[in-house]
């Protein structure tokens, strides 16, 4: 779980937690911008941050990842309406990859790669959560940056495709009955499209370890999502199941 830490000075390892957990605040507060400006169309940088509600363009002391949000009680400092909960979510998560993915695989390339793609899929979660709709964009990033993963990991292309045809199989079978045709063209449910995503990411060594992860997590959502009546997005179990599957490979073969 901590390979990359293993034989490293305490002091460094400290170090590096501070220096990873820092930098994942940081994206993350950024990642809050692509959240709440990509489903609007806006350019990410055509204009600096500001209140998504009156529009007021936020100071420094507004951008403190997570601590001006519990500072100001998730509201803007202007204008006094709420922001969304999920955007100190989405830093906390960040951070929380960052640092996992320091422990796991040092400042490495794999490291770059795992950010990427996680920050990818909480950013997906998060604007499923609050938009309901799957941004085509964002699962584009998912499918590069997992394949690049996936290249580096097995040092072929080969385990990609495959992951990914035996997990639409699986989708198939599991959301069937949502499949639509019209004509000749198929419709497929966006459930089953990020499934097969997953399995492109993930590819044959880890594809078992991303079907019981998914399930499970899956299954918890449900759960919470009656305890709290309000359903918890379905992305959120992929995400969870697609990063701890890139962070914590088990030996499982397909």
Same mark, same amino acid.
């Given at each position: ?82 922001f969304p909960v999920s955007h100190t979510w ?26 990427s793609l996680g920050v990818f899929l909480i ?67 966006? &459930? #089953? ?5 997953? +399995? $492109?990411? =993930?590819?044959?060594?880890? !594809?078992?370890?991303?079907? %019981? ?17 309000? &359903? #918890? ?5 992929? +995400? $969870?199941? =697609?990063?701890?599957?890139? !962070?914590?490979?088990?030996? %499982?073969?397909?």
């Open positions: 779980m901590f390979d990359a830490v293993l034989d490293v000075k305490l002091g460094y390892v400290i170090c590096g937690i501070i220096w990873s957990i820092a930098m994942g605040f940081a994206v993350g507060n950024y990642a809050c911008s692509l959240v709440h400006r990509l489903p609007r169309g806006r350019l990410i940088l055509d204009k600096p941050p500001y209140c998504g509600h009156c529009g007021t363009l936020l100071g420094t002391k507004d951008l403190f990842p997570v601590f001006s949000a519990l500072w100001l009680r998730h509201k803007c400092r202007y204008c006094k309406v709420p989405t830093e906390l998560l960040v951070g929380l990859l960052f640092m996992l993915a320091y422990l796991k695989y040092g400042f490495t390339e794999r490291f770059v790669l795992v950010i950013v997906l979660a998060a604007i499923h959560a609050n938009e309901a709709i799957i941004m085509g964009k964002v699962v584009l990033g998912v499918a590069i940056f997992g394949m690049m993963f996936r290249i580096l990991q097995d040092h072929s292309i080969y385990g990609f495709f495959q992951g990914g045809l035996f997990a639409l199989i699986a989708g198939v079978l599991l959301w069937n009955k949502h499949i639509k045709k019209v004509g000749h063209i198929y419709s497929f449910p966006k &459930p #089953l499209e990020l499934f097969t995503v997953g +399995g $492109l990411v =993930v590819g044959t060594t880890q !594809l078992v370890q991303y079907f %019981i992860l998914y399930a499970a997590f899956f299954l918890i959502g449900l759960l919470i999502g009656k305890l709290r009546n309000r &359903p #918890l997005p379905y992305t959120a179990a992929f +995400g $969870l199941a =697609v990063t701890l599957s890139a !962070l914590y490979p088990a030996a %499982i073969n397909f």
